[in-house]
């Protein structure tokens, strides 16, 4: 071959090279990448947006999603009113009119009952519990995952909280006979034990609690922990707090996505969302909650709440009159007596052991 032809196809040869090596560089080293598929969601919630659960609950889970995808899926979360009323967000998301939500299960009680297993009953589940059976041997999400699907929804943890406080009152409670009369705030089943007990009951949004307090339309009340309590305002407008917290020994809250929205993610993406409700919702949630409980405790008394206590003999009697109204309902409700009896068959099963680990035994 001649020199010239030679040296022509040496040329070619280097360059054609340099094309395949640059045709094979990742998109991600080039200089020219285009832009990954950004998907945008709406979040309704249950919450105004001044309110803890808001704040470090729902925005801190659209947070952490946008984090841990690298802005790939990007969640707004609304307050209350301000797209869905506080009680018809699993409507909307059930419908698709939002993507997902983040509010509290027993808000849907009116659809079904078996709702109310899935955020707490008087006497029932504890924060430790909740956790436990639904991630461990028991598979408690597989159950509640199971019951929603027939809304077209998914749900996942939106937070967890220990004992709320107590009832919030203008008149002491040393007794159940004192709730007698009253009209309360009250939600779920302690709504149905307190009317057994001759109170009667309504069920209000956060927002417009403290409102009915100061108008004389309830003459008691009761929402959450004593951080969100006292970010409501509840010093401000009741004298006495009853403990403990029988109506609610722990909160389950929920991160709900509309099953279809839900279907057209990414498997990472799925994953992400996931994770994020479990690290937020459980973890962070958990222990900032838990951990501002003995401050605002103690703010609540300074600013001059006084505490009463229920005694033993009245908090055995609620127990019994909340077992007895689960076993109606589950006489009922099949998938109610499914998830009922996978609760109480975890907790005989676990606290054959969490005795040993029960706080009483150590100084």
Not at 47 to 52: E, I, L, M, P
Not at 72 to 91: C, K, M, N, S, T
Not at 151 to 177: C, M, Q, R, W
């Amino acid at each position: 071959m001649p020199r010239k032809a030679t040296l022509c196809a040496a040329i070619m040869v280097i360059l054609l090279a340099g094309f395949m090596v640059s045709c094979s560089t990742p998109a991600s080293e080039g200089e020219n990448v285009p832009h990954q598929q950004v998907i945008e969601w709406k979040m309704a919630t249950s919450w105004s947006d001044d309110q803890f659960l808001y704040t470090e609950g729902a925005r801190a889970i659209a947070d952490r999603v946008a984090q841990l995808s690298n802005g790939r899926l990007i969640i707004e979360p609304y307050p209350a009113d301000a797209l869905i009323g506080a009680f018809d967000v699993l409507d909307a998301v059930s419908i698709g009119e939002v993507e997902c939500g983040h509010s509290w299960p027993g808000y849907w009680r009116d659809k079904s009952p078996t709702f109310e297993l899935f955020s707490s009953i008087p006497n029932q589940m504890t924060q430790q519990e909740w956790i436990i059976w639904l991630y461990g041997p028991a598979n408690g999400m597989d159950l509640w995952q199971e019951f929603y699907a027939q809304y077209n929804v998914i749900p996942f943890p939106g937070a967890i909280t220990g004992p709320e406080f107590g009832f919030f009152t203008n008149k002491p409670i040393h007794s159940l006979d004192d709730f007698q009369g009253l009209k309360l705030r009250a939600v779920g089943m302690a709504a149905d034990i307190l009317n057994e007990l001759g109170a009667s009951t309504v069920s209000l949004p956060a927002g417009e609690i403290v409102t009915a307090m100061e108008n004389g339309d309830i003459d008691g009340c009761e929402f959450s922990t004593p951080l969100i309590d006292w970010q409501l305002g509840f010093q401000e407008v009741a004298e006495y707090a009853c403990l403990p917290s029988w109506h609610q020994p722990s909160g389950m809250y929920e991160t709900i996505v509309n099953a279809d929205a839900w279907n057209e993610l990414p498997d990472d993406l799925k994953a992400i969302f996931e994770s994020a409700c479990k690290d937020v919702g459980i973890v962070d949630g958990m222990a900032q909650l838990d951990g501002a409980n003995a401050k605002y405790l103690e703010m609540f008394q300074q600013q001059g709440t006084e505490i009463t206590v229920l005694d033993t003999e009245d908090i055995n009697r609620i127990s019994e009159m909340a077992a007895g109204l689960a076993d109606e309902q589950a006489a009922k409700d099949p998938f109610y007596a499914r998830v009922l009896k996978s609760q109480r068959d975890f907790r005989t099963e676990y606290r054959t052991w969490e005795q040993w680990g029960d706080y009483k035994l150590y100084p």
